[in-house]
Each structure stands twice: as C-alpha cells, then as structure tokens.
C-alpha cells in the first residue's frame, strides 16, 4: 500500500476532507461576505476625513472584487485557491485598510484573526504563526505611520495580544491537523494492509471465525517473515 504523500507532507492541508471543495467554497463564502460587509459600512457609515474614507473605500473595493474572484474560481476547483495566497491576502489588506484610512477600527483586525484562523487550521503551525508575526508587524507599521496619537505603549500591548492569539490559534491548529492525519493513515492502513509483510487480506477475512489463540503468534510471524525452519508449523500459520 502507498501512504499518500499529503498525509506526511507539512506544506499541504491537514487531510483530504479538510481541504476539499466545500471547505473551500465555505472559506471562500466568508471571506466574500466579510470583505462586502466592510465595504458597505465603509461607505455607509464613514468616519475621518473624506480622503481618507475614499482611500480605506477604494481597498475595500478591490478586495471585494479579488474575493469575488476567488470564490468564483474555487467553485470552478483551481488549484491556487487551496494554497496559501488568500490568506496571506487578508493579512496584507488588514495593514492596507489602517493605512489608507488612518484610523484602527475592527474591520482590519477581523481580517487579521480570518487569516490567522484559516493559516492555521489549513496548513498548522508554521504557517499560522508566520502568517500572525507579518499580520502583525504590517498592522503596528501602518499604526506608527498613519496614527501618531497612538503610543508605543498602547500599540505594544496591542501587538504582544494579537501576537499571543495568534500564537494560540496556530498551537491549535497544528494539533487539529496532527490529529486529522493520523485518522486519516489509520483509515488507510485499516483499508488495506501493509504488503511489505505479505499479509493477504482476504485470507484473513476468510479465517476470522476460525478460533485462534497465542500458540498461532509464533508460527504466524515466522510465515510472515518467510523464515524456513523446521519448528514452523504450516497449520498454526494463519496466513
């Protein structure tokens, strides 16, 4: 039996049923909503200055449109939309809305937990914090440059929480997927068994009523690793 190679591989999605397509379009779906809901409040009930709101109004807009997109082409099952580009998206549109709009409302710290969230429980824990550190140095390097009426002191302790949550998120995260993979191999390795020791399933399917005890053990093992000696006893074998 072949193990598949996304069970042991860390760069791809935890198992099969977490990254096939309804997750993906249920990921996509939320992504979309957000990024409309943060658009129509943008628009809708504005604050700061016009420039600034036409500026946080235009990102808004193009990330709406770019999570259109990936939804769309989700349902159609293209590969990029498994990998890990959107989220990283969400994390560079978070920093993107402080800047533009000079101020550091919920809507892009929403965008920073989704992306932790979805790096996270999709590709574990290097990713989830990889993706928490760069969120969150983009976010404090927009805060310094566009809100000078924000302390270190204040934007420290906002950095050290995002940063801890993050760090959890990808703590859980990685053992979900651990968790995901080891049902899955054992499926696997339940499914059919391992040639390598020359077990035929079908024998054994065939001889489970028959009554076994210890005394099968020994000469079993010698039939499975084909040791040729006199003490073997080909009845005892259950293979």
Same mark, same amino acid.
């Given at each position: %039996?072949?193990? &598949? &190679? &996304?069970?042991?591989?860390? @760069?791809?999605?935890?198992?099969? /049923?977490?990254? @096939? @397509?309804?997750?993906?379009?249920?990921?996509? !779906?939320? !992504?979309?909503?957000l990024a409309l809901s943060a658009l129509l409040v943008a628009v809708v009930d504005h604050t700061g200055h016009g420039q600034a709101n036409a500026a946080a109004v235009l990102v808004l807009f193009c990330y709406t449109i770019a999570c259109a997109i990936a939804f769309v082409c989700t349902r159609s099952q293209l590969r990029w939309t498994r990998g890990k580009l959107m989220h990283r998206l969400d994390a560079g549109v978070c920093a993107a809305m402080v800047a533009a709009g000079g101020q550091a409302d919920i809507f892009p710290l929403v965008f920073m937990?989704?992306?932790?969230?979805?790096? &996270?429980? !999709?590709?574990?824990?290097?990713?989830g914090a990889r993706v928490t550190i760069v969120a969150v %140095?983009?976010?404090?390097?927009?805060?310094?440059?566009t809100l000078p009426d924000v302390g270190p002191a204040r934007l420290s302790l906002r950095a050290a929480?995002?940063?801890a949550f993050g760090r959890a998120i990808a703590q859980l995260g990685e053992r979900h997927i651990q968790a995901a993979r080891r049902q899955a191999l054992l499926r696997e390795l339940h499914q059919v068994a391992n040639p390598r020791f020359g077990i035929d399933r079908t024998c054994l399917m065939a001889r489970r009523d028959q009554p076994m005890s *210890?005394?099968?053990?020994? *000469?079993?093992?010698? /039939? %499975?690793l084909d040791v040729n000696t006199a003490v073997l006893n080909p009845q005892l074998d259950l293979f």
């Amino acid at each position: %039996m072949a193990i &598949s &190679s &996304s069970l042991l591989d860390k @760069d791809a999605p935890g198992t099969a /049923g977490h990254s @096939d @397509d309804a997750d993906n379009q249920l990921v996509a !779906r939320i !992504r979309a909503v957000l990024a409309l809901s943060a658009l129509l409040v943008a628009v809708v009930d504005h604050t700061g200055h016009g420039q600034a709101n036409a500026a946080a109004v235009l990102v808004l807009f193009c990330y709406t449109i770019a999570c259109a997109i990936a939804f769309v082409c989700t349902r159609s099952q293209l590969r990029w939309t498994r990998g890990k580009l959107m989220h990283r998206l969400d994390a560079g549109v978070c920093a993107a809305m402080v800047a533009a709009g000079g101020q550091a409302d919920i809507f892009p710290l929403v965008f920073m937990f989704f992306a932790i969230v979805v790096a &996270s429980l !999709r590709f574990g824990l290097d990713e989830g914090a990889r993706v928490t550190i760069v969120a969150v %140095m983009l976010y404090c390097v927009a805060a310094i440059a566009t809100l000078p009426d924000v302390g270190p002191a204040r934007l420290s302790l906002r950095a050290a929480v995002l940063l801890a949550f993050g760090r959890a998120i990808a703590q859980l995260g990685e053992r979900h997927i651990q968790a995901a993979r080891r049902q899955a191999l054992l499926r696997e390795l339940h499914q059919v068994a391992n040639p390598r020791f020359g077990i035929d399933r079908t024998c054994l399917m065939a001889r489970r009523d028959q009554p076994m005890s *210890h005394d099968n053990v020994f *000469h079993s093992v010698l /039939g %499975m690793l084909d040791v040729n000696t006199a003490v073997l006893n080909p009845q005892l074998d259950l293979f």
